[in-house]
């Protein structure tokens, strides 16, 4: 079931990839505005930055699939996925630090070591 929807959301994004993109632009609009936060963490806004971003880039994915004359390979979306959310892991290595559970560095090491 599961997977029928998900075939049918890719293909609804392949017709539609006007309507795609805009929603897209649409979404990273709400980002920028100025009471981004609503008085809450910067981990919020972080967070649904990151979202956002891996979305676009599942939507990029979905309509490169058939266009590309071959598949881009897996490490690529990988990293760009990691450098989607690479700020999140930053804001918790913040986090752990000011609790005295580690050090802010090592998380962003471990980022820096995969990419």
């Known amino acids: 079931m599961a997977g029928k929807l998900l075939d049918h959301y890719k293909e609804w994004v392949r017709r539609h990839p006007g309507v795609v993109q805009n929603f897209d632009w649409l979404l990273l609009f709400t980002v920028w505005n100025p009471n981004r936060t609503g008085g809450g963490a910067e981990f919020t806004y972080e967070a649904w930055h990151a979202a956002i ?13 058939d266009e590309l004359p071959t598949s881009r390979p897996a490490p690529y979306w990988w990293l760009d996925a990691l450098e989607h959310v690479e700020t999140l892991i930053e804001l918790r290595g913040i986090h752990l630090e000011q609790h005295g559970k580690a050090s802010r560095y090592a998380p ?8």
Do not use: D, F, M
């Open 108 to 115: 962003l090491l471990a980022v820096e070591t995969i990419k």
């Open 53 to 65: 971003g891996l979305l676009s880039l599942w939507h990029q994915n979905i309509l490169e699939e």
